[in-house]
Structure formats: C-alpha cells, structure tokens
C-alpha cells in the first residue's frame, strides 16, 4: 500500500512547523510527554482531581511552544501548534494520572481493589 507523499506532507504541516521531524518529537513528545506524565503523577499522587491535569497541561503548553521559539525559531504566538503541544501534553498527563491513580487504588485499598491492567483496577469480589 502507498501513500500519497501530498498527504504526509498534510500530516506533517498540521502536526508541526520545524523543519524537522527529530525536533518535534524531541521537544514536544519527549519533553513536553515527558513532563506532563511526572506532573499528572504528581497530581494524582496529592488526590487532587483529573481536571487539574487539564490546567496545568495548558500551561506546559506554552512552556513547550516557548522551547520552540527560544530554540528552534518556531512561532511562539501560534494558536495552532499551541493547541497540538498542549494536546499532546494533555493526552500524557492523563495517562500519568491515570497510571498513578490506578497504583493508589491498588495498594492503599488492596482489600477491595484489584489491578484490571495498567490503567484500570476492579472490584474484589466480596
């Protein structure tokens, strides 16, 4: 099966503006990822609620545009790829919390909760 090279052209231009596919992984899935699963961790691990990630991931995703701009030349005031950094952001901060959420709900309440798989636990059966 081929693909058209217009459309990953598409994909591409939608996803990011570098002139290189290296930075955006780089800055927004390794950094940017990479922060947003510690802090959704951090949250859940103070048993604050799940929208707080979304809070907080909206601010990482300035500070990611921000490496963008002050390092690669990208557009800082750029509604578009704020919106895609911070999607990406919000989707690993979710899973950390996720993640986080479902450890705490296993080991602190183990008599009542058992592990479902890596993002979700179950009720024992009494």
């Known amino acids: 099966m081929t693909v058209h090279p217009g ?5 591409a231009g939608f996803l990011y503006e570098d002139e290189s596919f290296g930075i955006f992984v780089l800055v927004t899935i390794v ?8 802090a959704g961790r951090a949250i859940a691990a103070t048993w604050r609620p799940w929208w ?3 809070v907080y991931m909206l601010i990482l995703g300035g500070a990611v ?4 701009f002050a390092l690669f030349g990208g557009t800082l005031l750029s509604l578009h790829y704020y919106a895609v950094d911070s999607a990406v952001c919000l989707a690993a ?4 919390f996720r993640a ?5 709900m296993v ?9 479902d798989g890596p993002l979700r636990w ?5």
């Open 7 to 11: 459309i990953l052209g598409a994909i």
């Open 31 to 38: 950094l940017g990822g990479g922060a947003a699963v510690l």
């Open 52 to 54: 707080q990630v979304v």
């Open 65 to 68: 545009r921000f490496i963008h």
């Open 93 to 96: 901060g979710l899973v950390g």
């Open 100 to 104: 986080a959420r479902v450890s705490q």
């Open 107 to 115: 080991t602190q309440y183990r008599w009542i909760n058992g592990p």
């Open 122 to 126: 179950r009720r024992k059966a009494q």
